[in-house]
Structures are given as C-alpha cells and as structure tokens.
C-alpha cells in the first residue's frame, strides 16, 4: 500500500510537472499574439511604455496559462523528486518554440528541431531512470533533514558565494562576464526549491486538517522563498539585460538544474538508494536535455540553407554528374590566368622547336 502510494504520488508529481510546461509554454505564445494584435492597431507598445496590453484578453489567458503553470509545478514538488520536476521545466521552452513556429510564424531551423527531440528523448530517459526519494510526509521530517550537517554545510557555502559574487565579483565582472549573476540566481534558487517543497508538504498536511499554521515552520519557509525569489528575479534581470537571452537561458537552465539535484541529493537522499543504471539513466538524461537547450537556444538566429548540407542529403541522386561539374571546376581553376602570355611562350617553343 505505502509502496503503490508512493508510485500513485510520483505519477501525480509527473502529470503536474508536465502540464506546468505545457501551459508556462502556452502563456508566452498568448502573450506574445496580443502584444502584436496591439502592435497591429498602432496602440503604445509595452517596450515604449505603454499598458494598452491590459486592454487585452489575449494577453489576460496568457498571464492565467503561466499563473495555472507556476501552481502546477509548485505542486508538483509536493509529489514527485525535484531531481525530476526541475529538469521538465525544460520542456516549456521546447512547447514555447513548436508553438512560435505554428501560430507566430517563427521559423523552426534545424538545430532547433533537433534540440527539440534532444529534449524530449533526455525527458523521457530521466523519467524511466528517475529517483525515488526518501519519503518525507510532514513537516516534523522535514525540518529533521533541514538540521542535517550535510544540508548546513551546503547551506552556507551557497550563501557565502552568493555574498562574495554580489559584493565582490559583481562590481568588478558582472558587466563582463555572464556567469557572475547567473550562478547567484542558479545557487540562490536551489534553496528557493527547497523552501517551496517544504511548502508544498504543508499545503498537503493543511488540507488533511492539521493544524500547519501554527507550526513556525511553514512560516519561515515562506519568508525564505519570499528572499530567494526575489533575489532570484533581481540578477537574472541583471544578467538578461547585459547579455543575449540566448546565452543567459542555456547557461541558467544548466547551472539552476545542476545546483537543485545537488541540493536534493544533500537534503532529500534522492540517490542513497538508486542503483548504478539509474544514476547513469539520470545523469545522461540531463545532459541530453542540456544539450537540445543549448542547440534550441545557441543556434537559433542562424540561417541554415540546404547548400550547407552535402550533396547527397541536398538530393542529388546522380553522383556521376556531380563529380563531372567538379572536374570542370577543378580544370577552370587550373586554366591559365594570363592566356596571351602562355599563348606567346608556347610560340616561341614551337620556333626553337623548328629552328632545332
């Protein structure tokens, strides 16, 4: 019973981390069509200043897509290992991408359909091979693990980095180097998933009917979650406006995701009891869901012809004719520069050749 409650509570985590993306996904594509409906009518512009977009329903279903989204995965935390539940919110870049190419005319070049399969394969890989973490039911084991020594000295250490890249790297790199603010928001916000998977078991003890409000836990666990996503949000702004958004989401998404299996295999023992082919599963998993973001993100602006490819994937099925055209290329290149020249040189070695 407990074991099939487990797999029940997984299935649920699952099923909410995947809606989370579908509908966070959706919620830009919403968005992005009642900016350029406005756009259309000769309204002010958002990025001039203007709140016409309020006027907008369009705009309205997209912002309650990405509210439903947010609830979706803050659920999901509740039910399912975060070691799972952070890695999938990669696939709402990849909806975001398939639906910008259907309905906003965006083209889709290859090495986005490929980071786009990449993705969907490195999902389903670290669905199979996923953690079962150590059950934590209430808020009593929660705030046990939270006094772990492994789980404080982690805790430390990112808020000591965090101080040192925000006062001492910040001033001096920040404006250089794109690492300086993404790696505060990535350390910052394993502990913002933390808090709100402490959240999330408090929500489910409340609806039970236990009295959660009075334990001081949840309290300081919202608090924390107040602190770090506005930290969070704070730099990644920072760093969105000092560099490109296709160099900013790769690197956040890997270094975010990397931080918060860390942090969940310190404060949850997701891996105590995975076996080698699942950590290798898991592992594997994450790097090709990384390496479909990077390609989805890295390459997106570049134009990628047919010309590009070799000749037998453009569809040219006689090779004969393409090895005669390039012989006649390579006998044009070899063709004299200077004909009259070589004309008057071979002249006079006919007329040795004669007076010989």
């Given at each position: 019973?407990?074991?099939?409650?487990?797999?029940?509570?997984?299935?649920?985590?699952?099923?909410?981390?995947?809606?989370?993306?579908?509908?966070?996904?959706?919620?830009?594509?919403?968005?992005?069509?009642?900016?350029?409906?406005?756009?259309?009518?000769?309204?002010?512009?958002?990025?001039?200043?203007?709140?016409?977009?309020?006027?907008?329903?369009?705009?309205?279903?997209?912002?309650?897509?990405?509210?439903?989204?947010?609830?979706?995965?803050?659920?999901?935390?509740?039910?399912?290992?975060?070691?799972?539940?952070?890695?999938?919110?990669?696939?709402?870049?990849?909806?975001?991408?398939?639906?910008?190419?259907?309905?906003?005319?965006?083209?889709?070049?290859?090495?986005?359909?490929?980071?786009?399969?990449?993705?969907?394969?490195?999902?389903?890989?670290?669905?199979?091979?996923?953690?079962?973490?150590?059950?934590?039911?209430?808020?009593?084991?929660?705030?046990?693990?939270?006094?772990?020594?492994?789980?404080?000295?982690?805790?430390?250490?990112?808020?000591?980095?965090?101080?040192?890249?925000?006062?001492?790297?910040?001033?001096?790199?920040?404006?250089?180097?794109?690492?300086?603010?993404?790696?505060?928001?990535?350390?910052?916000?394993?502990?913002?998933?933390?808090?709100?998977?402490?959240?999330?078991?408090?929500?489910?003890?409340?609806?039970?009917?236990?009295?959660?409000?009075?334990?001081?836990?949840?309290?300081?666990?919202?608090?924390?979650?107040?602190?770090?996503?506005?930290?969070?949000?704070?730099?990644?702004?920072?760093?969105?406006?000092?560099?490109?958004?296709?160099?900013?989401?790769?690197?956040?998404?890997?270094?975010?995701?990397?931080?918060?299996?860390t942090c969940s295999v310190i404060l949850f023992k997701e891996w105590q009891h995975m076996v080698l082919d699942n950590i290798i599963?898991?592992?594997?998993?994450?790097?090709?869901?990384?390496?479909?973001?990077?390609?989805?993100?890295?390459?997106?602006?570049?134009?990628?012809?047919?010309?590009?490819?070799?000749?037998?994937?453009?569809?040219?099925?006689?090779?004969?004719?393409?090895?005669?055209?390039?012989?006649?290329?390579?006998?044009?290149?070899?063709?004299?520069?200077?004909?009259?020249?070589?004309?008057?040189?071979?002249?006079?070695?006919?007329?040795?050749?004669?007076?010989?």
């Amino acid at each position: 019973m407990g074991d099939a409650g487990v797999r029940g509570g997984f299935y649920v985590g699952l099923g909410l981390a995947l809606g989370s993306s579908a509908f966070i996904g959706s919620s830009f594509i919403l968005k992005k069509k009642g900016l350029l409906r406005l756009c259309r009518r000769g309204r002010a512009r958002a990025g001039q200043g203007g709140h016409a977009y309020l006027q907008e329903w369009l705009w309205w279903a997209g912002l309650l897509c990405m509210g439903i989204g947010e609830a979706a995965n803050f659920a999901a935390y509740a039910f399912a290992p975060a070691t799972l539940v952070t890695p999938l919110g990669a696939l709402s870049v990849l909806v975001s991408a398939v639906l910008s190419s259907v309905f906003l005319n965006e083209q889709l070049n290859v090495h986005g359909k490929i980071g786009c399969i990449l993705s969907i394969l490195g999902s389903t890989v670290m669905v199979i091979h996923a953690p079962q973490e150590e059950e934590v039911s209430s808020l009593e084991s929660m705030a046990e693990k939270l006094k772990d020594p492994g789980f404080i000295v982690f805790a430390a250490c990112v808020l000591v980095s965090s101080l040192l890249l925000i006062f001492v790297a910040g001033p001096r790199y920040g404006q250089s180097n794109v690492l300086v603010y993404v790696l505060v928001c990535s350390a910052i916000g394993s502990l913002s998933v933390s808090c709100v998977k402490g959240l999330g078991i408090a929500l489910k003890e409340l609806f039970s009917g236990k009295p959660v409000l009075k334990e001081p836990l949840g309290w300081v666990l919202l608090v924390c979650l107040v602190i770090c996503i506005s930290v969070q949000i704070n730099y990644l702004n920072k760093a969105l406006d000092i560099f490109n958004t296709s160099v900013v989401t790769p690197i956040y998404y890997v270094l975010f995701t990397t931080a918060v299996m860390t942090c969940s295999v310190i404060l949850f023992k997701e891996w105590q009891h995975m076996v080698l082919d699942n950590i290798i599963g898991t592992v594997s998993g994450f790097l090709t869901i990384v390496s479909g973001i990077f390609l989805l993100h890295a390459f997106r602006d570049m134009p990628f012809t047919p010309d590009l490819l070799p000749l037998f994937l453009q569809g040219r099925t006689d090779p004969h004719s393409s090895w005669r055209s390039a012989d006649r290329h390579q006998s044009c290149q070899h063709q004299p520069l200077l004909p009259s020249e070589n004309k008057g040189s071979r002249s006079t070695e006919e007329e040795e050749g004669e007076e010989g």
